[in-house]
C-alpha cells in the first residue's frame, strides 16, 4: 500500500457541502490555516510559567480587577458566589496559548432556543474542554418564564448564559493554584481597598447603595452588625454584592429582601407599658359634654 494510500485510509474525506461560496471557502481555508498557525506558536514559544504567575498577580493588585472578579446571586434562598468570568478571561491571557470562545451553532425560532457552544483549548498541552447546550429564548420572572421575541433581547441572553460556560471551560484548562491564587489576591486587594481608609471605604459603600434605594439599616441587617463596626472583608463582600446588582446578576431584592410582616405581627401591640391615661375607671377618655353640661 503506498503512501498516499495510507494517508487516505487514516484520515478519511469529511462530508462538505454539495454547494460553497467564495466567502464561505475563504473562511474555512483562514481557519485551518488559523489553527495551524497557534499550534507552531505554542510548541515554538512556550509559555514562562514564572512570567505567566508574575503577569497574574500583578493584574490581581489591580481594584479595577478585583471590583469584577467575583459573582453573586441566589439560589433557594442562599447566596452563591465564586470566580467571575472577568477573572476567567484575564487569567487565560496571563497564562497564555489559550484559545476560548461561544459559538451559536443553531437558532431555532420556531422551538424559541438557540444550541450553543462553549470551549476552551489550551493549544500548548493540547488541553480542550466544550460543551454544547441550549439556551430557551425565554427570561426568568417572578410570575413564570417570559418568552423573548426582540433579537437584542435573544442575544443578550444567550450571551449571559453563555459566559457561565466559557467561564468553566476556561477554569477547567487552567491549573488549579493558579486560579487559587488568583482568587486570593483579589480577595486581597478588595479587603485593602486599594490603600483607601477603612472609614472612607464604608462611607463610600453606604453612599453607593443609597443610590440604589438601599439604606443604611439593609446594609447592617444584611452584613449583622452596625456600620462602625464593619470589618475590610464585610465591606469588600458588599462591594461583590454592589457589582453583581449593578451587573444584572442578582436583583436588588433578591441581595436585599424586604421582611414579611405576618399578621400577628400587626395586630400585636409592641411591647411596653400601656400609655398612661388620667380617666377613673370606668368612665371613658377623653370625656364627652352633655348637652347643657360642663
Excluded at 476567567?88 to 420556531?110: K, P, Q
Excluded at 462553549?118 to 480542550?128: E, G, K, P, S
Amino acid at each position: 500500500m503506498s503512501k498516499a494510500e495510507i494517508q487516505r485510509t487514516a484520515m478519511p474525506q469529511l462530508p462538505v457541502p454539495g454547494r460553497v461560496g467564495q466567502g464561505t471557502a475563504v473562511e474555512q481555508s483562514r481557519a485551518v490555516a488559523q489553527v495551524h498557525a497557534m499550534i507552531l506558536v505554542a510548541q515554538q514559544c512556550p509559555r514562562d510559567v514564572q512570567t505567566a504567575k508574575a503577569q497574574m498577580e500583578d493584574s490581581c493588585r489591580q481594584m479595577y480587577l478585583a471590583e469584577r472578579a467575583f459573582y453573586e446571586f441566589r439560589r433557594g434562598g442562599s447566596p452563591v458566589s465564586g470566580p467571575s468570568i472577568h477573572l476567567a478571561r484575564e487569567l487565560a491571557r496571563c497564562w497564555g496559548n489559550v484559545e476560548y470562545g461561544l459559538v451559536e451553532m443553531r437558532r431555532d425560532d420556531d422551538y424559541a432556543q438557540s444550541e450553543m457552544q462553549a470551549f476552551a483549548w489550551d493549544v500548548q498541552t493540547n488541553t480542550r474542554n466544550s460543551s454544547t447546550f441550549v439556551v430557551p429564548h425565554k427570561r426568568d420572572k417572578r410570575g413564570g418564564p417570559e418568552r423573548l421575541t426582540e433579537m437584542r433581547d435573544i442575544y443578550e441572553n444567550n450571551a449571559n448564559n453563555g459566559s457561565r460556560r466559557v467561564r468553566e471551560a476556561i477554569f477547567a484548562v487552567l491549573p488549579p493554584w493558579f486560579i487559587e491564587q488568583a482568587k486570593d489576591l483579589c480577595a486581597k486587594t478588595l479587603e485593602n481597598g486599594g490603600g483607601i481608609p477603612l472609614a472612607n471605604r464604608i462611607t463610600e459603600a453606604i453612599e453607593k447603595f443609597a443610590e440604589l434605594d438601599i439604606s443604611k439599616k439593609r446594609l447592617e441587617e444584611r452584613v449583622g452588625s452596625p456600620s462602625s463596626e464593619w470589618t475590610a472583608r464585610d465591606v469588600s463582600q458588599l462591594g461583590v454584592t454592589y457589582s453583581s446588582i449593578t451587573r444584572g446578576e442578582i436583583r436588588k431584592d433578591e441581595a436585599f429582601p424586604t421582611p414579611q410582616l405576618s399578621a400577628e405581627d400587626i395586630t400585636t401591640p409592641p411591647p411596653g407599658p400601656a400609655p398612661a391615661t388620667d380617666a377613673p375607671a370606668g368612665r371613658p377618655w377623653p370625656p364627652t359634654r352633655t348637652p347643657g353640661g360642663e
